[in-house]
């Protein structure tokens, strides 16, 4: 009996995550809209500017402690120099999105997206390592992190936005196809499907900034809601790793 041909799958996420580079760069340039800097609540508390953008960013700091700390001492196998990164991106995301939100302009927003970009690309990184193999992650993730900050070194200088969509687009893309297309290593991976499903959320409420503020009585706008959807997002891959065991293999049974 011949071996099923393999390849197919590689070659496929290979596609799923560069064709959207290729057509994105078709079009043009995409700009900086500074109305993002304009968010509905800007409401100041304790000395803090923008209190609950800023407070609602406590998450990120706590997860991405919890996460490397998991990592230093849980996680036997898999992607493991992707995961440390990840987690250090979300810890660090919550300093950047603190010094943002205390003075919301393009400057301060490049340090608010430099640990998104290098989380998102880790966690690329890792999807990709624990589904090809270990020599693929370490192969990936220096170039990933590499292209990840140069997008955003290319909108500070060209401000253009099209490379770092990207950035954020691919991982997602990335998840979807592995979860499709690839048999699961370890149990719990139901939990990249939660992630995916906080962060499109996380997405709707950032764009939703202005009506979910006047949704609920100026008690919470969308943008602080964003935060929590996407440490939700970001909690699921936690429990995924906290949670998860490896599948056994199947040993084909002795010729008799």
């Given amino acids: 009996m011949t071996a099923e041909p393999r390849g197919w799958r590689e070659w496929a996420l290979l596609a799923v995550v560069l064709v959207p580079l290729a057509l994105i760069l078709t079009r043009p340039p995409i700009p900086q809209d500074l109305a993002f800097h304009a968010f509905a609540d800007d409401r100041a508390w304790l000395c803090i500017p923008s209190f609950q ?3 609602s960013n406590l998450p990120f700091l706590l997860i991405g402690v919890a996460g490397l700390w998991l990592c230093a001492g849980r996680i036997a196998g898999g992607a493991t120099r992707s995961w440390v990164v990840f987690f250090l991106g979300v810890a660090l995301a919550f300093f950047g999105s603190v010094w943002y939100h205390w003075n919301p302009n393009n400057e301060t927003l490049v340090w608010d997206r430099l640990p998104i970009v290098i989380a998102f690309m880790a966690l690329f990184s890792a999807l990709v390592g ?22 955003l070194a290319w909108w500070a200088y060209a401000d253009d936005l099209r490379v770092y969509v990207w950035c ?5 893309l990335a998840i ?8 699961g290593k370890h149990t ?8 995916l499903a906080a962060y499109l959320l996380a997405k709707v409420a950032e764009f939703q900034d202005r009506e979910i503020y006047a949704l609920t009585s100026h008690a919470m706008s969308g943008h602080a809601l964003k935060h929590l959807l ?9 429990l995924m790793l906290r949670r998860r065991k490896q599948i056994a293999a199947e040993v084909p049974a002795a010729a008799t």
């Fill in 130 to 151: 624990e589904h090809l193999g270990a020599g693929v992650e370490r192969a990936v993730l220096a170039p990933a992190l590499a292209v990840g900050i140069a997008s």
């Fill in 168 to 172: 954020q687009a691919a991982p997602l």
């Fill in 188 to 195: 719990h991976r139901a939990y990249l499907a939660y992630a």
């Fill in 53 to 55: 953008n800023v407070a």
């Fill in 230 to 238: 996407a440490a939700l997002g970001i909690f699921f891959i936690y």
């Fill in 176 to 183: 979807v196809f592995v979860l499709i297309a690839y048999p």
